[in-house]
């Protein structure tokens, strides 16, 4: 029996204090499993050393390494992406090239993904991560899941093996906005969740800001359905009743008591009630609305500069 084919998917932004020995631990592990790989590393645009050190890698291991250069920094849901394209493998595990993602487990996944499992996650824990960050989380996680269509799970990352057949379901989606977390429950199949400790950054630093993680929590919540749009409905109508009953008092005591002036600053709190929800509104329709005009844009996903993948014209966009 030939052993199976596995594909390692490592997006790389400015990597370099870490790449080499990314490289090193994830080989010396993959050589100990009973499967032939290779490792698929993209280059999200970095400006550091990283893609000087993939070539030479690249130049050490010419089999077993692929990798490809972005023209430009496209983000990470865009380097998996050109990874999962670029992977040929009877299945892919994805991982960060910073460690955080232990090489280890691999064989674990292996062993669930043979029983049968399409997918097969790492779940790690929040240990090391400050109480804020830990409850933020767990709050971002609650509410989402009572909102969104798809379930999004606390932990769970990219750090997962996919079969062939989950790899060519997630690209047969062509959605510029990828939001992968949605994206991979989205697909379903054969799902299964193990718990590692989470591990810090081996080296270099983390590029998650505050701002982005808030994006990136914007998207979670407005990706996978248009539930947001009903509120504007609920909205809508709550106001609307409350205002005719308000009318319909107005109209009793004015009959019964006969005109009276003062009533400025109920006026004033509802004008500028409904004018705040009236923009909170209209920012979110706005955002529906940006988000279709960048899928009918249909631009490439990425675009790559260099790769070392045969066949492929480096200089156009792989599609
Ligand atoms: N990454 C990427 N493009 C980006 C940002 C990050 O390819 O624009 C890669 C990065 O090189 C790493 C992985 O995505 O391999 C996770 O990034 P990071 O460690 O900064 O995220 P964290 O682990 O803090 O969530
Ligand atoms: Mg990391």
């Known amino acids: 029996m030939t052993p ?14 870490v790449i080499e020995s990314f490289d090193a631990k994830t080989r010396a592990l993959l050589d100990s499993l009973p499967v032939d790989y290779e490792i698929c590393y993209v280059d999200d645009g ?10 030479a890698l690249a130049k050490k291991n010419p089999a077993g ?21 670029e992977a040929t493998g009877d299945a892919v595990v994805i991982m960060d090239a910073d460690l955080q993602h232990p090489p280890e487990l691999i064989g674990r996944m292996l062993e669930l993904h043979a029983v ?13 991560e400050s109480r804020l960050r830990k409850a933020l989380g767990k709050a971002y996680y609650r509410m989402v899941n009572r909102w969104v269509d798809v379930e999004l799970v ?33 697909i379903g199949f054969d799902t299964v969740t193990f718990d590692y400790t989470n591990v810090a950054r081996e080296a270099g630093e983390t590029k998650w800001r505050f701002g982005a993680l808030v994006n990136y ?3 979670g919540l407005i990706s996978f359905n248009n539930r947001p749009l009903r509120v504007a409905i609920h909205l809508g109508l709550l106001l609307a009743g409350l205002a005719t009953l308000y009318a319909a008092w107005t109209v009793v005591s004015t009959l019964a008591f006969g005109v009276r002036t003062p009533g400025y600053a109920t006026l004033l709190a509802a004008i500028v009630g409904m ?41 156009s966009p792989i599609r």
Not at 46 to 55: G, N, V
Not at 156 to 183: C, H, I, T, Y
Not at 278 to 299: A, P, S
């Open 116 to 128: 049968g499992h399409d997918q097969v996650i790492a779940r790690r824990d929040r240990s090391g």
């Open 46 to 55: 970095s400006s550091d050393r990283t893609l000087d050190l993939l070539r």
């Open 154 to 186: 606390d932990g769970v990352g990219d750090f997962r093996l996919l079969s062939r057949r989950a790899v060519n379901a997630l690209l047969s989606m062509p959605e510029q906005n990828r939001f992968s977390k949605g994206l991979f429950s989205w």
């Open 275 to 315: 004018g705040g929800a009236q923009m909170v509104m209209l920012g979110l329709v706005g955002e529906y609305i940006g988000r279709i005009y960048y899928e009918t844009k249909r631009r490439p996903h990425f675009l790559v500069k260099e790769t070392n993948a045969s066949g492929a014209d480096s200089a």
């Open 217 to 219: 929590g914007v998207d």
């Open 4 to 17: 199976m084919r596995l594909s390692v998917v490592v997006p790389c932004y400015n990597e370099e204090m």
């Open 65 to 85: 390494l692929r990798y490809t250069s972005f023209s430009r920094n496209f983000g990470k849901e865009a380097a998996m992406l050109a990874g999962l394209r």
